[in-house]
């Protein structure tokens, strides 16, 4: 496995995506270079506090240090203008709604609703998860959206599908219990 890994990461992986690894890792350190985004990330989630900087009063977002902030980093938005305290009710809504899904699956009777409810329960823990560990920097920044909050049509859309579909499921397994 070692010599796999070895020859995948000098042959076959491109010297751009051998540096991100390198500095997922902490062997590298680029700070003007692959680290930038993840710096102005955490630079901007750090400057809001405990309240934040404010609506639209956020340094770093305002003077375009972050890039991808209404997309990727859309987390980082959060955190410096609305604090410790915005962001941490932004997550703690999101496990509202991951364990309300989880919930609605637990009350389904068919397989094939428990199975989908638990799905994008699942879908929405993982994008979640992953995109605000991305811009806190204990993740590899990898371009997942933050659902309902990343700016984007076909991911507002599917998040929405997604939610929608499982709460049908939910108004129809009550519809036949009545």
Partial sequence: ?????????????KPHQQERILSYLGIVDKPQGIDYNVNQSKIAIGSGGLFGKGFLQGTQIKYNFVPEKPTDFIFCTVGEEWGFLGSLTVVVLFAILILRL??????????FGRIY???????????VA????????????IGIPLPFFSYGGSSLIAFTVLLFVAVRLDAAKRELSI
Avoid: K, W
Avoid at 1 to 13: G, M, N, Q, W
């Fill in 117 to 127: 409810c638990y799905c994008v329960a699942s879908i929405f823990l993982f994008h």
């Fill in 102 to 111: 989880i919930r609605m699956g637990e009350r389904q009777m068919e397989p």
């Fill in 130 to 141: 992953v995109n605000i560990g991305m811009t806190i920097g204990i993740m590899p920044v």
């Fill in 1 to 13: 496995f070692v010599p796999a890994t070895d020859y995948i990461f000098e042959s076959v992986l």
